[in-house]
């Protein structure tokens, strides 16, 4: 149908005496319009990266150097201390013509531009260089909530002062601080201390001379090798982390790797699944466009320290390409299209007409078109993305031997270079508070779907259900799940607070008819790759139907409690889930959980390792019938503040695991063997856990609109015998969790876990309160 669109607007008859072509004014208007976004877009893009590139300066400041330099020259005052005369020395060797045309006056003049100009830069670098030294400071971190010394509020001063005015998306990724490399010494006695509560006596002796040989015979090697490469490369973690841990593993991605985000929980603004899709595109375009343009406001902790926005430079317009060995992350820019999955059949919609994005109105209709479409799926259609759901190696082998030519390329080619992918599924889901189970259903529908209805190596697939939810499922590599959080707090708020629906529950806006209908993607999917689609759909199946899903609402209490009790919310969560694990498995275990590191430039992610020696003792107290809760508070208030210490640690790049992860890599190119490092990175995390933020933005008042509040999003195990736990702080009075074990592990259960999980935190706060804070009154804590 597009095609045939196209040909009514371009025509050309062949006559005896040459060709004769004619254009309809429709497409010319289209092109020029088309032609008029691109060069205003490209005009856009070069006035921020000039507005970023001279950050925290701005371009009108050289105005003012030029200016102060030229009236020098009237005032015969020389603030360059004669090296504007170095200047006036080249001028004199150019032609002969030149140098008659200028005179002495005008010399000096450019002899006055060009120092201006190099004092300039030289200002910019010292006023960046000067902020770099200023955010390498993090004793703000470590003082006490609440409390700020007087050294530290000088310090945001200077902070606020060198950081400009009105700073875009990138305009301190210069400024960051490098990662730094913390010593063999500190990162060892950390990890032998972290270990300590999980080895029995002979087991922790062992590894105290594992540490100690490493130490004294190879460790120095690895670490100079290391320091190099963090003055060299502008993060010595980032690019190795994602290689190996990402690119290189093997294993389905499906479960293992992606994870999911979820819709609002209370609040779904139409029950139109097109409608719904039609706005909640739009503003994933909206959000690209700013993105592209850098327009987005720096994240920044206490509203100045600025995080590191790299990771967003690649959520859009971005495919996992399946390798042999490896993978690799494809990014592309300027992507018009996406692809659309609809019951087996692949669709690929044009976002823009006449220069513009299409209005959501028009997407409504595209995609309800899609809904309407009763063809079937062509063979090996239906199963296709069953491919990136299964293992690596497969998939890129059959890339190779049946996508790379013919029709079957271009299909493949539109659906990777698309700016995302989009789902229409066709089975409802979301949460519904009569239904117990029905955030376990959501969350495996956006975890794996049917195994084949995402396409698991975009960045991120949207997926619309019938009754109007939605939600996504995202590739890890790229970026890690505060990047998603803050575009999906963008495109909900826009959603429901600007964009809107009609009383009948469309999109707002007149509807378009004229628009070229989507059009199918061609398949010619022989019967042996058809043999390998349902490999990989089988295997990605068993995958899926071995997870043990529960999420739970947990109203009782929430941050705001906590935080009376004069205790970090995280470390509070972090204890009540070591006290769960010990009564779900009887015995501590290796913890799992993730804290960012995007206060250093290309910073990602540090581990904190949570079941430490303090939290021990406070679990074994609180199952210690002859504990008095004054010592069990005691031991609590202990345990959470090294947990903090732990966090903070990590944050400021003074973290145990992505130190040593390097160390074994640079043993792995050196060819050096390390029985040490090998026994760390082999050890298993039988309990991950990761808190997921909300309110990044703030663009929504949940006080005011309490029910405009997001379920937050989860991951699969980590480990076969092991639970993986995403939690989420919803404002004052709200966490949600997210668990996941398998179902082939006798030893777990994730329902199970639930319940104890909601035990522990109802004891731990007892400790403070003899009664149970219910339906979200006032609390106090004694």
Same mark, same amino acid.
């Given at each position: 149908?597009?095609?045939?669109?196209?040909?009514?607007?371009?025509?050309?008859?062949?006559?005896?005496?040459?060709?004769?072509?004619?254009?309809?004014?429709?497409?010319?208007?289209?092109?020029? =319009?088309?032609?008029?976004?691109?060069?205003?877009?490209?005009?856009?893009?070069?006035?921020?990266?000039? #507005?970023?590139?001279?950050?925290?300066?701005?371009?009108?400041?050289?105005?003012?150097?030029?200016?102060?330099?030229?009236?020098?020259?009237?005032?015969?005052?020389?603030?360059?201390?004669? +090296?504007?005369?170095?200047?006036?020395?080249?001028?004199?060797?150019?032609?002969?013509?030149?140098?008659?045309?200028?005179? @002495?006056?005008?010399?000096?003049?450019?002899?006055?531009?060009?120092?201006?100009?190099?004092?300039?830069?030289?200002?910019?670098?010292?006023?960046?260089?000067?902020?770099?030294?200023?955010?390498?400071?993090?004793?703000?971190?470590?003082?006490?909530?609440?409390?700020?010394?007087?050294?530290?509020?000088?310090?945001?001063?200077?902070?606020? /002062?060198?950081?400009?005015?009105?700073? =875009?998306?990138?305009?301190?990724?210069?400024?960051?601080?490098?990662?730094? !490399?913390?010593?063999?010494?500190?990162?060892?006695?950390?990890?032998?201390?972290?270990?300590?509560?999980?080895?029995?006596?002979?087991?922790?002796?062992? /590894?105290?001379?594992?540490?100690?040989?490493?130490?004294?015979?190879?460790?120095?090697?690895?670490?100079?090798? #290391?320091?190099?490469?963090?003055?060299?490369?502008?993060?010595?973690?980032?690019?190795?982390?994602?290689?190996?841990?990402?690119?290189?593993?093997?294993?389905?991605?499906?479960?293992?790797?992606?994870?999911?985000?979820?819709?609002?929980?209370?609040?779904?603004?139409?029950?139109?699944?097109?409608?719904?899709?039609?706005?909640?595109?739009?503003?994933?375009?909206?959000?690209?466009?700013?993105?592209?343009?850098?327009?987005?406001?720096?994240?920044?902790?206490?509203?100045? !320290?600025?995080?590191?926005?790299?990771? /967003?430079?690649? +959520?859009?317009?971005?495919?996992?390409?399946?390798?042999?060995?490896?993978?690799?992350?494809?990014?592309?820019?300027?992507?018009?299209?996406?692809?659309?999955?609809?019951?087996?059949?692949?669709?690929?919609?044009?976002?823009?007409?006449?220069?513009?994005?299409?209005?959501?109105?028009?997407?409504?209709?595209?995609?309800?078109?899609? =809904?309407?479409?009763?063809?079937?799926?062509?063979?090996?259609?239906?199963? =296709?993305?069953?491919?990136?759901?299964?293992?690596?190696?497969?998939?890129?082998?059959?890339?190779?031997?049946?996508?790379?030519?013919?029709?079957?390329? @271009?299909?493949?080619?539109?659906?990777?270079?698309?700016?995302?992918?989009?789902?229409?599924?066709?089975?409802?889901?979301?949460?519904?508070?009569?239904?117990?189970?029905?955030?376990?259903?959501?969350?495996?529908?956006?975890?794996?779907?049917?195994?084949?209805?995402?396409?698991?190596?975009?960045?991120?697939?949207?997926?619309?259900?019938?009754?109007?939810?939605?939600?996504?499922?995202?590739?890890?590599?790229?970026?890690?799940?505060?990047?998603?959080?803050?575009?999906?707090?963008?495109?909900?708020?826009?959603?429901?607070?600007?964009?809107?629906?009609?009383?009948?529950?469309?999109?707002?806006?007149?509807?378009?008819?004229?628009?070229?209908?989507?059009?199918?993607?061609?398949?010619?999917?022989?019967?042996?790759?058809?043999?390998?689609?349902?490999?990989?759909?089988?295997?990605?199946?068993?995958?899926?139907?071995?997870?043990?899903?529960?999420?739970?609402?947990?109203?009782?209490?929430?941050?705001?409690?906590?935080?009376?009790?004069?205790?970090?919310?995280?470390?509070?969560?972090?204890?009540?889930?070591?006290?769960?694990?010990?009564?779900?498995?009887? !015995?501590?275990?290796?913890?799992?959980?993730?804290? +960012?590191?995007? +206060?250093?430039?290309?910073?990602?992610?540090?581990?904190?390792?949570?079941?430490?020696?303090?939290?021990?003792?406070?679990?074994?107290?609180?199952?210690?019938?002859?504990?008095?809760?004054?010592?069990?508070?005691?031991?609590?208030?202990?345990?959470?503040?090294?947990?903090?210490?732990?966090?903070?640690?990590?944050?400021?790049?003074?973290?145990?695991?992505?130190?040593?992860?390097?160390?074994?890599?640079?043993?792995?190119?050196?060819?050096?063997?390390?029985?040490?490092?090998?026994?760390?990175?082999?050890?298993?995390?039988?309990?991950?856990?990761?808190?997921?933020?909300?309110?990044?933005?703030?663009?929504?008042?949940?006080?005011?609109?309490?029910?405009?509040?997001?379920?937050?999003?989860?991951?699969?195990?980590?480990?076969?015998?092991?639970?993986?736990?995403?939690?989420?702080?919803?404002?004052?009075? #709200?966490?949600?969790?997210?668990?996941?074990?398998?179902?082939?592990?006798?030893?777990?259960?994730?329902?199970?876990?639930?319940?104890?999980?909601?035990?522990?935190?109802?004891?731990?706060?007892?400790?403070?309160?003899?009664?149970?804070?219910?339906?979200?009154?006032?609390?106090?804590?004694?």
């Amino acid at each position: 149908m597009a095609e045939a669109h196209q040909a009514v607007g371009f025509q050309f008859t062949v006559r005896p005496d040459g060709v004769d072509f004619k254009l309809s004014q429709e497409v010319i208007k289209n092109i020029y =319009l088309s032609g008029v976004t691109a060069w205003k877009k490209k005009a856009i893009q070069f006035k921020n990266g000039v #507005l970023a590139g001279v950050y925290p300066a701005s371009p009108s400041s050289w105005l003012i150097v030029v200016i102060a330099m030229m009236s020098s020259l009237y005032i015969h005052i020389d603030p360059s201390l004669g +090296m504007m005369d170095y200047f006036t020395g080249p001028l004199d060797f150019t032609g002969q013509a030149i140098r008659d045309c200028m005179s @002495v006056q005008t010399r000096a003049v450019l002899s006055a531009i060009l120092f201006a100009t190099g004092l300039w830069l030289f200002l910019i670098y010292l006023l960046r260089y000067t902020l770099k030294a200023l955010l390498s400071y993090h004793g703000w971190i470590f003082e006490s909530h609440g409390k700020m010394s007087t050294s530290t509020k000088v310090w945001l001063c200077l902070v606020k /002062m060198f950081s400009g005015r009105r700073p =875009l998306l990138y305009s301190f990724q210069a400024s960051l601080p490098r990662l730094p !490399v913390p010593s063999v010494d500190d990162t060892i006695h950390r990890y032998l201390e972290s270990v300590r509560p999980l080895l029995d006596n002979e087991q922790y002796n062992k /590894m105290e001379l594992l540490a100690s040989d490493f130490k004294e015979n190879k460790a120095a090697q690895l670490q100079r090798c #290391l320091i190099l490469k963090s003055w060299w490369a502008t993060n010595y973690v980032s690019d190795w982390w994602e290689e190996y841990i990402y690119l290189r593993g093997r294993s389905p991605i499906m479960v293992n790797s992606n994870f999911y985000i979820m819709d609002l929980l209370y609040v779904t603004p139409t029950h139109r699944q097109a409608a719904r899709a039609g706005n909640v595109v739009h503003a994933m375009l909206q959000y690209r466009r700013k993105l592209e343009r850098g327009e987005l406001a720096p994240l920044r902790a206490l509203g100045t !320290v600025p995080m590191c926005s790299t990771q /967003m430079e690649r +959520m859009f317009n971005t495919t996992r390409i399946p390798g042999i060995e490896t993978d690799f992350v494809q990014h592309l820019t300027d992507r018009k299209h996406l692809v659309v999955f609809h019951k087996g059949r692949f669709f690929q919609v044009w976002l823009y007409t006449g220069g513009r994005h299409l209005l959501p109105s028009e997407l409504e209709t595209q995609f309800q078109r899609i =809904l309407n479409d009763t063809s079937e799926p062509q063979p090996g259609e239906l199963k =296709l993305a069953a491919l990136t759901a299964g293992y690596r190696i497969p998939w890129a082998q059959a890339r190779i031997k049946y996508f790379s030519q013919g029709i079957n390329k @271009v299909s493949l080619d539109a659906i990777e270079s698309a700016a995302f992918f989009l789902t229409l599924d066709d089975e409802p889901q979301g949460y519904d508070p009569a239904k117990s189970n029905s955030l376990d259903s959501y969350a495996k529908s956006l975890l794996h779907g049917k195994c084949y209805d995402r396409w698991f190596d975009k960045s991120f697939t949207l997926i619309s259900y019938p009754n109007g939810k939605m939600g996504v499922n995202v590739e890890h590599s790229w970026a890690d799940a505060p990047i998603v959080g803050h575009m999906w707090e963008y495109i909900l708020a826009t959603d429901c607070f600007h964009l809107g629906y009609t009383e009948e529950g469309h999109c707002k806006g007149d509807v378009n008819k004229n628009l070229p209908h989507p059009t199918r993607l061609q398949w010619q999917i022989p019967n042996e790759c058809q043999n390998v689609i349902e490999t990989s759909y089988l295997s990605a199946k068993q995958i899926a139907d071995d997870v043990d899903f529960h999420g739970y609402l947990f109203a009782e209490f929430g941050k705001g409690l906590i935080k009376k009790c004069r205790t970090s919310p995280d470390a509070f969560i972090q204890l009540a889930l070591q006290l769960a694990q010990f009564r779900d498995q009887r !015995v501590f275990c290796l913890t799992y959980e993730s804290s +960012m590191t995007r +206060m250093f430039r290309d910073g990602r992610t540090e581990t904190v390792r949570s079941c430490t020696s303090e939290a021990v003792a406070f679990v074994r107290a609180m199952e210690d019938a002859g504990a008095t809760n004054a010592q069990r508070l005691a031991l609590f208030r202990k345990a959470a503040e090294k947990h903090q210490n732990m966090y903070r640690l990590a944050m400021t790049g003074s973290g145990i695991d992505r130190h040593l992860f390097c160390l074994y890599i640079v043993s792995k190119y050196l060819g050096v063997d390390s029985p040490f490092l090998t026994k760390v990175l082999s050890e298993p995390w039988k309990l991950s856990t990761s808190q997921t933020p909300q309110q990044q933005l703030n663009l929504v008042d949940i006080n005011k609109f309490p029910k405009y509040v997001g379920g937050g999003g989860g991951f699969g195990p980590v480990a076969d015998d092991g639970y993986g736990v995403s939690y989420i702080i919803v404002g004052e009075n #709200l966490i949600t969790f997210h668990i996941s074990s398998k179902f082939s592990s006798p030893d777990t259960d994730s329902y199970r876990f639930g319940q104890h999980i909601r035990k522990a935190m109802l004891d731990i706060q007892a400790l403070f309160n003899k009664e149970p804070i219910l339906n979200h009154n006032k609390a106090f804590c004694y």
